[in-house]
Each structure stands twice: as C-alpha cells, then as structure tokens.
Nanobody
C-alpha cells in the first residue's frame, strides 16, 4: 500500500522560508517520478517541481531559483525547500508519485504567505 504524507506547511511572512516534507510508504522512490503540486483557491492544481528516479529536476517558472526539490531514498522522503516566499505562493501543496499511468497523491498541506 502506497501512502504519501505531507508535513511542514504553515504561516510565513513574505520573504521567509519553509521546508515541506513528503513521507513515502511503499518501495517506490527508486522507480517513480516524485513531484510537488499546489492549488490556490479558485485555481487549478499546478505543477511546482518534479524529481525523476534518476534525480533530474524540473520547476515551474514561477518558482525557479527559489524552490528546491530533493529526494532521500534512505529516509523515504521527498522535500521541497521554499525560499523567498511570496503571497502568490499561498496554496495547498500536494505530494505526487507518478509512474506510467499510476498516480498517487497525498492529502495536502496548507502554505500561507502573509504579513
């Protein structure tokens, strides 16, 4: 049974930092592409960052240079380090695992950037 559990969300001031973590149960990290998505109120869910099983990464243009995705196959986690946060980064952030047609989602964690 695969489960993804996000943690680390919260309230932060503009310019601040947060680190999100996705705990992965099930032996999938070495095979699946792992990603972080977000959904703001009234908007569609969008890709934030992905890391492949080969450790190549890709980012949405809006977060390039500010966010960093990483995976730790020993700890079975996928982290998203978010720096220089902006109010427009406010959203529910979801962890995702993808391989071929298979998709798994976490329950999401709220990130609010506000003064």
């Amino acid at each position: 049974q695969v489960q993804l559990v996000e943690s680390g969300g919260g309230l932060v001031q503009p310019g601040g930092s947060l680190r999100l973590s996705c705990a992965v149960s099930g032996d999938i990290l070495r095979t699946y592409t792992m990603g972080w998505y977000r959904q703001a109120p009234g908007k569609q869910r969008e890709l934030v960052a992905v890391v492949s099983s080969g450790d190549s990464t890709d980012y949405a243009d809006s977060v390039k240079g500010r966010f960093t995705i990483s995976r730790d196959n020993t700890r079975n986690t996928v982290d998203l380090q978010m720096n220089s946060l902006k109010p427009e980064d406010t959203a529910v952030y979801y962890c995702n695992a993808a391989w071929l047609h298979i998709r798994y989602w976490g329950q999401g964690t709220q990130v609010t950037v506000s003064s």
